[in-house]
């Protein structure tokens, strides 16, 4: 799976399901600025669950790797690439 | 210090801190700090400029700022200048800050860049108010904008004030039944009693590093900043992105060498996992301080085992008397459906599980709690009519009235004195430790022009959590659920907006016509979580 698709697939949901209506571009700092307050973030962790067989773990769940769409994606293809699905 | 007056303030408590140790950190926040003599002073050089404003005893002003070293000094000087502060929830919608500051006349705000966008839709809508503190001034807003270059060379000593221990010193809002949100009015005397309470009960003192976990418009921020100012201690704000963060949060603990952390149960539920507990140096961690909603028993169990070193405590009572009663976790309960008991009042509160009628009722029985206590509430803000029912006068003795703050929460006495919790009376629930009026959920759902009847509940999920459930019968198919969701986060704050909204064509009803919402819960629990 490439970047650009985990980048499409979270914009999707945030926009669409989280926002409902959203406009947040890739490098907003969605969290930073409250977008995605803690039940949003629970609600990603479950899409990335069903959408890309991944589950984060605890640990990695940090503002650091979701500051932003972009780092977000970024973190996960890493996953992806480390922890191909079964 | 030169200008104190006889009263006994809530600001006296940084007074008197900066008196005994000028040079201890106050407050911390990211890679900031004030020590309490800067606190006292800054927030004296605001409350100068308030007065300066032509700002009136008694006046309500709000703060509209996200968590930051600027919070405390706006509510301090506020309070200084003889003020009432009124937090607003930076993230809700700008309708909702609107009818806050309409609703308590608010002519005055001290607000900071970040909410400079909600200013602006504010002003948008004709919102009129005199003077913005904190933000310079840029042209675009029509109000006058006094920024902190402004305010910081003005005199850092008390104004003197003629503020009694009777007068009000901040209003929360909470949401209200009636669809619209009723402010909470405390008084210096309720507020310093809790003050008192808190910083006894839980022995804080200059040592002490006690977080600052919930934003200033919800209660618990009372705890972490005026409990913390009353022993000396240095309160950490805790970013509002570390909070949504577990992981972030579990290092934030252990980093800043926290001392008391006070959180809501949802805070340690995501907390508790070894993954994100283990290896960290937590032996400052004396107290784990918990409130706002009821905390399930398997998850209390897992965060002990990964924090032994530390004390469990859970904290009860509403915004309108503080903390009334507490449970020191001893051991805990073997039973994980049993409920975590509220505990016994803290000294001076006078709590009674009463009947329909007033009436006490025996050991173990339900009924309404009611609390007598110094740190209750003066009332709601401009609503008499909530006021009569949230008071209930006893004269047991013939003697003088006692006044009773009724909960609204159902509770028995236990034999050995605890009190235990067993929900609300009415359909008032706490969503992440925020109070929600399913009804009032009920009412924005049903206002949009697509939705035909609307019922909202709350069940719990998974984690034993209360979670807001909404089923809409649509009047045409192909409505999108996300379009509702839309419509309900632009007229409600994010806690008290459904996780989804299932759309269906029908709902079950009572025999005499009536949505069954207890059937609608029983459906969603029988076909689980994820229908």
């Known amino acids: 799976m490439s970047v650009e698709m985990i980048q499409a697939g979270l914009l999707k949901f945030v926009n669409d399901e989280i926002l409902g209506g959203g406009t947040v571009g890739l490098d907003d700092e969605v969290v930073l600025d409250g977008t995605v307050d803690s039940l949003g973030v629970a609600r990603l ?19 650091e790797n979701f500051r932003t769409i972009a780092t977000m994606a970024g973190f996960l293809h890493q996953q992806v690439g480390a922890e191909p699905v079964q | 210090m030169s200008n104190r007056s006889h009263a006994y303030l809530l600001p006296h408590l940084i007074e008197q801190a900066a008196d005994a140790s000028p040079d201890a950190d106050g407050l911390r926040f990211r890679d900031g700090a004030l020590t309490y003599s800067e606190l006292y002073g800054r927030a004296c050089a605001l409350a100068n400029g308030l007065l300066e404003d032509g ?20 509510l301090y000087g506020v309070m200084m200048a003889g003020g009432v502060y009124v937090p607003l929830d930076p993230f809700a919608p700008a309708a909702r800050i609107e009818f806050v500051l309409r609703d308590c006349g608010i002519q005055r705000l001290v607000a900071g860049e970040q909410t ?32 902190w270059s402004t305010v910081e060379p003005l005199a850092r000593t008390a104004p003197v004030i003629a503020t009694t221990e009777q007068d009000l010193c901040y209003i929360l809002y909470t949401s209200g039944s009636t ?24 022995e804080l003192g200059p040592n002490d590093v006690v977080s600052n976990y919930a934003p200033l418009h919800f209660d618990l921020s009372t705890l972490d900043y005026f409990a913390g100012a ?29 001392t008391v952390f006070y959180t809501v149960p949802m805070a340690l539920i995501h907390l508790a996992q070894p993954e994100l507990l283990a290896g960290r140096d937590l032996d400052r961690l004396r107290l784990v301080l918990f409130g706002g909603e009821p905390m399930p028993i398997k998850h209390l169990r897992r965060i002990m085992q990964l ?99 009724r909960t609204g929460d159902l509770a028995a006495m236990q034999p050995d ?10 359909r008032q629930i706490k969503s992440r430790g925020n109070r929600v009026e399913l009804d009032e959920v009920e009412a924005v759902l049903v206002n949009h022009p697509l939705v035909r009847e609307a019922a909202v509940y709350a069940m719990s999920n998974e984690e034993g959590l209360l979670e807001i459930r909404a089923e809409a019968i649509p009047v045409q198919p192909g409505v999108e659920s996300g379009e509702l969701i839309r419509h309900l986060r632009s007229a409600l704050p994010s806690y008290a907006v459904p996780a989804r909204i299932v759309l269906r064509d029908s709902f079950p009803r009572t025999s005499t016509g009536k949505i069954d919402r207890l059937a609608m819960e029983a459906e969603a629990l029988a076909t689980g979580v994820n229908r």
Not at chain 2, 180 to 198: D, N, Q, Y
């Open chain 2, 55 to 74: 700002m009136q005893p008694g006046d309500r002003v709000g703060i509209l700022l996200r968590k930051g070293l600027e919070s405390a000094v706006a």
């Open chain 2, 116 to 147: 400079i966008g909600t200013l602006l839709t504010l002003a948008e809508t004709g919102l009129e108010l005199q003077t913005v503190f904190g933000v310079p001034d840029e042209g675009v807003l029509p109000y006058r904008m006094v920024p």
């Open chain 2, 230 to 258: 009353r022993a000396g201690a240095t309160t950490t704000i805790i970013p509002e992105e570390v909070t949504r963060f577990p992981a972030s949060l579990a290092a934030f603990i252990a980093d800043e060498r926290l």
């Open chain 1, 45 to 63: 962790l479950g899409f990335i669950e069903t959408e890309f067989s991944l589950q984060v773990p605890p640990e990695d769940v940090t503002i």
């Open chain 2, 179 to 202: 669809g619209s949100p009723k402010g909470i009015m405390h008084t210096h005397r309720s507020a310093l009693s809790w003050a008192e309470v808190a910083a006894s009960a839980y």
């Open chain 2, 307 to 405: 924090i032994p070193t530390a004390r469990f405590v859970n904290v009860y009572g509403p915004t309108e008397t503080n903390g009334v009663t507490h449970y020191p976790v001893e051991a805990v309960p073997s039973v994980d459906d049993e409920a975590l008991p509220i505990g016994r009042p803290y000294p001076n509160v006078d709590a009674l599980v009463v009947d329909a009628g007033f009436e006490p009722v025996p050991n173990g029985e339900p009924g309404e709690l009611v609390v007598r206590t110094p740190t209750m509430m003066r009332g709601y803000w401009g609503r008499d009519d909530l006021n009569d029912r949230a008071f209930h006068t006893r004269t047991p003795f013939g003697g003088l009235p006692d006044v009773y703050h």
């Open chain 2, 417 to 426: 004195g605890t009190v235990r919790f067993l929900g609300r009376k009415d």
